[in-house]
């Protein structure tokens, strides 16, 4: 008989790793008991399951795995043009309204158109009304045609001219109709008696017959339709600062050469 050191080398070998006898061995050790038991049956113990509360439906809800990223190829854009790119800003830019045109208001006056000698007067009205013998802006008026060395008496050249024309209605009554009313009506009686030179008296006068201003008292201005016009102030604005009869009377020394010439030819 194999002894038994010799016998569990020659298991080792045969990768044996539990055996048992038949027949008691001789020289072998005593078996143990439990290997001689026969298995037992594996008992499957159920473990309780915990219910599951109900998830919510959006966490139900499966989430598409994030797609990979594709690689992204940059191709080259021809540059915009300049004019293409100023077309898109325009386009871009907001559209400003523009207010609408307010027409202005028409002017007040009252003008009269006078003739003296060989010099036609158009006079600002101070009142509206036709010049009366004792108002003293008349008075005035005839102490300046006595300086200039013209008649004293001015004779009456048409009605006056009283703007606005129309109380109501649609017609256009601004400043500019109404400069162009005012010279070619002086402009119309000239041409039936024409004169040497025409006064603008007062800042009407001078706007509306000579598109002057204020800056244009006491100078000469060469109108087309009208001739040599000479602008003086008003008759109230004289009487109201008489020391601008002064700078009046000087500059009446140049221009009353004009008139004084054909007099005197």
Known sequence: MI????????????????????????????????????????????????????????????????????????????????????????????????PARVAAPPPRFALQLLRAGDCALLVELPTGEPFQSRDPAYILLKDLLRAAGLPDSPQLLGEPVRWPLLVRGNLDQGPQAALEFVQSFVAARLEEQPSICLWLVGLPAIRFAGEGDAQSYNRELQIEGLGACWALPGLELLMEEPARKRELWQAMQRVRQRWLKSTDA
């Open 3 to 98: 002894p038994e050191l010799r016998r569990r080398a020659y298991l080792g070998a045969m990768q044996v790793a539990s055996w048992l006898p038949r027949t008691v061995l001789p020289f072998a050790a005593p078996s143990r008991p439990e290997l001689l038991e026969p298995p037992q049956a594996e008992i499957e113990v159920e473990t309780p399951v915990e219910p599951v509360a109900a998830a919510p439906a959006v966490a139900r809800e499966t989430v598409p795995a994030p797609a990979a990223e594709r690689p992204k190829i940059e191709v080259p854009r021809p540059a915009a043009q300049p004019r293409q790119a100023a077309a898109v800003v325009e386009e871009a830019a907001p559209v400003e309204e523009k």
